[in-house]
């Protein structure tokens, strides 16, 4: 960090940030899935905030109900184009960008970030190997979008292609509706309106990228070694399963910058199997500053009351089933059979288990799949039972008139973590009381996703039943972040419908609330009716909704730290400062 770069604070005091200092997370979650094309929602998009920027993002606020916190902001895009600055049609479908000049690439040497990097980073999300489980809402938005990555998906048809080849299709195909006009300035021509369209690109796996990915593979451990950075940090080294440490990107400077700081000498994300309590622990002892990839709150006496931000809670955890399993003679492909088994769940046991996790959230029962506080949310619960503890006899009643009397035998994965295992054991435990024999099978995070993202080992049987989770990705005018990814139809490896979900008739809703986005009333409507009959097919079994409301836990030297809704309410890393800088533990 040059002696320019630093804050210009002193005599230094507490409520101004000093410089210096290295900011330490521990916790469970891994460290290698930094490839911004490929990832999606926290906690990767905490570190990748540091490195890598969009066309738009977010500013922190301390207050989240303060407009700023959630409306996309100009990041390398010098204005959020619209029709009063001329960016954007009468038509609401043409948009016309222009970066902001002076933002450096850490390349050797530095170089500006271009229009031409924009487009190759929307390229690199149509990639058949790591597409991100956020690409529905490109390929509907964006004209010819969704055809691009059809004849990418036909062109590299190997399991294993080189990055040569990769980059031989991007290089040589365009995605029909994006124009550049220079190096400073493109065009997004839309299918249609779309008043997120902002919201959109501002998500991680819009980020543009550097000529110099074209010689890796999307995700690849060799990509990961050598990310180019144009945010406040940049990874300096990656131990896979083990340890990353980011240091100051000489290149960054802050006046070309309106939505990050830098404060720190580094960032060091060590990786252990540890519970929260053990988490807190370090945190107590001065061994660590932050949580990593684990919600651990700040000490409370009970459950915390919602603050009333109007923002959107999570779908987290919910069970999803996998249609496409042939046990059992394919069972789980009868919507009786999935009827059947959502009544059988006692989610008042699961909600008391999360509760008494020290995690700090504001649990609910879940009905329905949109939460409250989203656009489109509706009370529903198709398959209510008295006070939410299930009903095991409805079950199996249900199981004998699909002609499944004499049970079921299923296979459920879920995460290693000691929630994860008492949550699975819990629905386990109903289904048994059903007549439904359920194998459990405990994955790390990495296993679990691949198994879970991979079309093939879905319709190979490979497992029947799983918890997942998913948060909003913006707020407002959020109508589509959970029924569009979660339900529409679509093979690509690592989506969000892991049960590989299809019908004809909620993928046309789905059209026509996109369609009509511009008409609240209508494109409710719309919303409301596809997740009505995803729920009457039994696609999921909503479980809980949640909203962490405690602040999370952090270390007593730790300053600045203002959670950000972007980031699922994770702290804003590159806001942060230390007082003292000073390792205590060291």
Not at 162 to 188: K, R, W
Not at 233 to 262: F, I, K, M
Not at 318 to 325: A, C, D, G, T
Not at 380 to 387: F, H, N, Q
Request: with cysteine.
């Amino acid at each position: 960090m040059t002696v320019s770069d630093r804050p210009q604070a002193a005599p230094w005091s507490e409520d101004r940030p000093r410089a210096g200092g290295t900011l330490r997370l521990h916790g469970p979650a891994p460290v290698h899935r930094l490839d911004p094309s490929a990832s999606h929602q926290a906690p990767a998009d905490q570190i990748i905030r540091l490195f890598a920027r969009q066309l738009f993002g977010y500013a922190p606020a301390p207050d989240p109900r303060d407009w700023r916190a959630i409306a996309p902001a100009p990041d390398l895009a010098t204005d959020v184009p619209s029709t009063y600055n001329t960016g954007m049609g009468a038509r609401h479908t043409n948009y016309v960008v222009h970066l902001r000049r002076g933002v450096l690439w850490d390349t050797a040497p530095a170089r500006e970030v271009t229009a031409h990097d924009v487009v190759r980073g929307l390229k690199r999300l149509a990639n058949p190997l790591t597409r991100p489980a956020a690409l529905p809402y490109f390929t509907s938005t964006i004209r010819g979008m969704a055809q691009y990555c059809e004849d990418y998906a036909a062109a590299v048809r190997r399991d294993d292609p080189t990055a040569e080849e990769l980059a031989a299709f991007q290089n040589s195909h365009d995605i029909p509706g994006v124009f550049v006009l220079d190096d400073e300035s493109l065009v997004i021509e839309l299918m249609r309106p779309a008043i997120d369209f902002a919201a959109i690109m501002a998500l991680p796996c819009a980020s543009p990228a550097p000529v110099e990915y074209d010689a890796f593979l999307p995700g690849s451990p060799e990509l990961h070694r050598n990310l180019r950075s144009n945010g406040p940090y940049r990874p300096a080294s990656l131990v896979p399963g083990r340890e990353l440490r980011l240091e100051p990107n000489p290149v960054w400077r802050q006046d070309t910058d309106p939505l990050r700081h830098r404060y720190l000498d580094g960032v060091e994300v060590t990786v252990e199997d540890a519970a929260p309590e053990q988490i807190a622990g370090r945190i107590a002892s001065g061994a660590a500053d932050l949580p990593w990839g684990a919600q651990v709150a700040e000490p409370h006496d009970a459950e915390p009351a919602d603050p009333g931000d109007g923002l959107g809670l999570s779908l987290d955890p919910y069970l999803v089933f996998n249609l496409q399993s042939p046990r059992a003679g394919g069972a789980l492909a009868d919507v009786r059979v999935r009827r059947a088994l959502s009544y059988a769940i006692d989610k008042a046991a699961i909600a008391d288990l999360y509760r008494r996790s020290g995690r700090g959230a504001l649990v609910r029962i879940a009905g329905s799949v949109v939460p409250p506080g989203n656009d489109a949310h509706q009370d529903l619960d198709l398959y209510a039972t008295p006070g939410s503890r299930g009903d095991a006899q409805k079950c199996r009643a249900l199981l004998a008139e699909a002609g499944h009397e004499s049970g079921l035998a299923l296979t459920a994965v879920h995460l290693d973590t000691d929630l994860d295992a008492a949550v699975a054991r819990s629905y386990a435990a109903d289904l048994e009381k059903a007549g439904v024999t359920v194998r459990l099978v405990a994955l790390d995070h990495d296993a679990r996703d691949a198994l879970l993202g991979d079309p093939r080992r879905a319709a190979a049987g490979e497992w029947d039943v799983a918890a997942a989770s998913w948060s909003p990705d913006w707020y407002p005018a959020n109508g589509r972040v959970f029924l569009q990814p979660l339900f529409q139809s679509g093979d690509s490896r690592n989506s969000a419908n892991h049960g590989r979900y299809r019908r004809p008739e909620v993928d046309r809703l789905i059209e026509r609330a996109l369609t009509t986005i511009e008409e609240p009333a209508r494109s409710t409507a719309a919303w409301n009716l596809a997740e009505r009959t995803v729920l009457e097919d039994a696609a999921v079994v909503p479980l809980l909704f949640q909203r962490p409301v405690v602040p999370r836990l952090r270390g007593p030297r730790v300053r600045g730290a203002i959670p950000m809704p972007a980031l699922g309410h994770a702290y804003d890393l590159a806001g942060i400062w230390l007082d003292p800088p000073e390792d205590p533990a060291g």
